[in-house]
């Protein structure tokens, strides 16, 4: 699969779409008990690490629109998760990872949700022709920067506390989508539900 490079500015303009959204920040578990005990964390077909890094100023309060787990907060873009009945078959979301400083998290599409949900969240020149679903992979681990951020060759202007990393969900079809968040020093996933281009209400409650 050839890397996918997605312009700085394109993700930074796309948040201010973010506004209507309003999702609760991580309380709690909400991997149900019963597969606890199974749990196994997948090997990242794609990792980002802080040299890959993209920065830019966030809206303020974006923290509380944003899908939370943990140390990572998952920030819609230009085509948010709604409203409903305006969601193509085949949508492609920009979704901006927020991880905190020295964090390493692991993002993976449950195998139900595979034929449904696939992540783009490589770093490069990209492929000549449109990018399409198959083109995502089920899992990516990104590796934040220190809050130095010594390690981080690009330009000043380092915030420190976060690091930003630029991707894409695509979507078949408006539902409520899954999404486990494995954290470094945790044997078990976060899971949290997406609600794209459906009512927040139509997915399960947030620490089920």
Sequence with gaps: ??????????????LLAVASLSLAADRGESTPRG???????????????????IF?????????????????????????FGPPGLFGPDAVIKVLAVVDARARVTLAV??????????????????????????????????????????YPGPGGYPGRETQFNGLFFVRGAHCAAIEVWTEGRTNPRRRWLPFGVSERRCPPRRA
């Design 1 to 14: 699969m050839s890397p996918i490079q997605i312009p700085v500015a394109l993700v930074v303009s796309g």
């Design 35 to 53: 597969d606890r005990d199974a749990a196994t964390e997948p090997e990242p077909e794609t990792v980002r690490r802080c040299k890959t890094a």
């Design 56 to 80: 830019g100023d966030l809206i303020p309060g974006w923290r509380k629109r944003a899908v939370v787990a943990g140390p990572v907060a998952l920030v819609p873009g230009e085509r948010n």
């Design 110 to 151: 449950p195998e139900a949700e595979r034929q449904r949900l696939s992540l783009l969240y490589d770093f490069g020149p990209g492929p000549s022709r449109d990018i399409r679903f198959s083109d995502g992979t089920s899992s990516v681990r990104f590796r934040a920067c220190s809050r130095s951020g010594a390690e």
